[in-house]
């Protein structure tokens, strides 16, 4: 599951549709009265709302589809196999925000220090990665989330921000990951 830019933040329907901008052509108009797009107008700007709700009439943009998904994480579990062969477990609960290393508490992070990891972990777009990434699994990830959890998990294989994503776990854990 990755991010659901059809979803509306505000109310979660998903009987939304995309907004769209410049001079629209007869197909457009056509689909905007059935209720399949929505026009929004001939001035095309930067940060403009890319979507609409159909239930409550919210606009929002791509970024706020991100921010919305991302903000229903409550934790992290991580887990993987260095280059030495050794084997590595991070948890992080975003409500207690208590930070454990192979299962054994580790410390309490700091609201801003919180904060400034749930931005990164935007920036690694775990939320997008695929659910499997080879045969078997070397690595696993779990995202706990308001109604469901995502696992991840690979063997020989990576997301393309895999280091990106073990960095910002080092640094959380203060320790050397791979």
């Known amino acids: ?9 505000k109310c979660r329907s998903r009987n939304t549709v995309d907004i769209l901008y410049g001079m ?3 197909e457009a108009f056509q689909k905007a009265e059935k209720g399949l797009l929505k026009l929004g107008g001939c001035t095309i700007m930067p940060g403009q709302p890319n979507s609409f709700c159909n239930d409550c009439e919210n606009e929002w943009t791509s970024l706020e589809a991100v921010d919305f998904e991302y903000s229903k994480i409550r934790g992290i579990k991580a887990s993987a196999i260095n280059s030495s062969d050794q084997k590595w477990m991070v948890e992080i609960d975003f409500e207690t925000r208590e930070v454990k290393w192979n299962g054994t508490f580790q410390r309490v992070m700091e609201q801003t220090e919180l904060d400034t990891f749930k931005e990164r972990l935007k920036w690694t ?6 659910a499997k990434y080879g045969d078997g699994a070397d690595w696993w990830v779990e995202i706990s989330r308001e109604g ?19 960095e910002v776990l080092s640094e959380v854990t203060m320790r050397g990951l791979y």
């Open 24 to 26: 629209p052509t007869a």
């Open 1 to 9: 599951m990755g991010i659901r830019y059809n979803q509306c933040p």
């Open 148 to 166: 469901r959890n995502v696992e991840r998990c690979g063997k020989g294989s990576y997301p393309s921000q895999w280091e990106e994503f073990v």
């Open 125 to 130: 777009k775990v939320l997008d990665w695929k």
